[in-house]
């Protein structure tokens, strides 16, 4: 079956060779984009919707989130805001209450939050482990995600539990646990920073996870300088995550790179930690993706377009800089950027339609849902 988009004021498609359009139009053939062009040329297709004047563009892709989780952390944000400072630590509280939740439970609230990002245009989601740090609780943590998003990652090596020692741990998450979730996950991760795991026990789970053939992330520069950007560069990771805290050898070292620096505002402003110099990554030449981070303890939210609304008004992002950074962006983060986040013949037909004539309205109207209709795979998800 086809279905014709047409009128549409203005079409974001990510790509060189069509750039932005107006008064354009497009036809989904199935679940893949099958032409793209002028109103005017469009061709029959079985049903048609007039967008009568409305913007569109790829759908959010948002590429690092933690909704395997259960528990409450709003005691805790309430007293950073009130002045405490952010520390890793806080995850432990929901490592305590995931434990203890249901089945049933976790997958309610990864259905609920995946189901709450689609309906402000989000497309494609990752997800992350991590809230388990043991066998039973990380597979379990896997095998639920895997029914319910597009992407899931192994955290395993996320903090020290209570009642092991670092090297002890890593040795439990590069041997008999990433063996147990190994089969099903695309990715692995390690939290190098302070209060988590140095730059020797972050490369080591690297590498064991390279040796399962998993791609490698790294959440990285979050709570200060350090080597997680380094590492990252180093081992070839697809993405390193926060970047709150670069030198100019980090942003040389990713300008250099096939490694995407994602950043992850609404984290920082719930931390109170400085915003990314995205300006300085963008003029040195390296990837920038723009992602939610949603969790229950630093970056409770699943709106991209407060990401883009902050990427813009407050790290001094072009409108389509940071659109360009939570679509593409994203996709090159999960290696998957000439299927998704891109707007093409032959490309997967992901489509956010804004209640809005241009994406500027994402940033010149911060806060107001302007989400019209949305499109996944070719099968309208919301509207």
């Known amino acids: 079956m086809t279905l014709l988009l047409t009128d549409i004021g203005e079409l974001t498609t990510n790509t060189d060779d069509l750039g932005t359009l107006t008064n354009a139009a497009l036809v989904m053939e199935d679940d893949r984009i099958a032409w793209i062009g002028p109103s005017s040329a469009a061709p029959p297709a079985d049903s048609a919707v007039s967008l009568e004047g409305r913007a569109a563009l790829p759908g959010w892709v948002d590429s690092h989130t933690h909704l395997v989780f259960a528990g409450d952390r709003t005691a805790e944000f309430g007293a950073r805001m009130a002045g405490a400072p952010y520390r890793a630590g806080g995850i432990a509280t929901t490592v305590s209450a995931t434990r203890s939740a249901s089945d049933a439970e976790l997958s309610a609230v990864i259905a609920r939050h995946v189901a709450e990002a689609v309906s402000q245009g989000t497309t494609y989601v990752e997800t992350k482990t991590g809230y388990g740090l043991d066998v039973p609780n990380e597979l379990r943590s896997a095998r639920l995600a895997l029914s319910l998003v597009d992407e899931v990652t192994f955290l395993g090596a996320h903090l020290v539990p209570s009642g092991w020692d670092a090297d002890s741990y890593v040795d439990l998450v590069c041997g008999e646990m990433l063996d147990a979730v190994a089969p099903y996950v695309r990715w692995i991760d390690v939290f190098c920073e302070t209060g988590a795991f140095d730059a020797s026990q972050s490369r080591a789970v690297l ?64 931390t109170r930690q400085p915003l990314p110099d995205a300006q300085a990554l963008l003029n040195a030449g390296a990837t920038v993706a723009l992602a939610s981070n949603c969790n229950p303890g630093s970056s409770y939210t699943t709106s991209m377009a407060f990401c883009v609304a902050t990427a813009v008004l407050q790290m001094r992002m072009s409108v389509q800089e940071a659109v360009r950074a939570a679509t593409w962006g994203g996709a090159r983060a999960l290696r998957r950027e000439n299927e998704i986040g891109i707007l093409k013949p032959g490309a997967r037909a992901d489509v956010h339609v804004l209640d809005a004539p241009s994406i500027t309205h994402l940033a010149y109207r911060p806060g107001v849902p302007l989400t019209h209709s949305v499109y996944r795979a070719g099968e309208l998800v919301s509207s």
């Open 207 to 270: 590498a064991a996870g390279a040796a399962r053939g998993l791609g490698l992330r790294v959440h990285g520069n979050q709570l200060d300088y350090g080597p997680g950007v380094r590492l990252a560069v180093e081992m070839g990771a697809a993405s390193v995550d926060h970047c709150t805290y670069l030198t100019k050898s980090d942003v040389d070292d990713l300008a250099s790179s096939e490694t995407v620096a994602t950043l992850l505002p609404a984290c920082d402003l719930s």
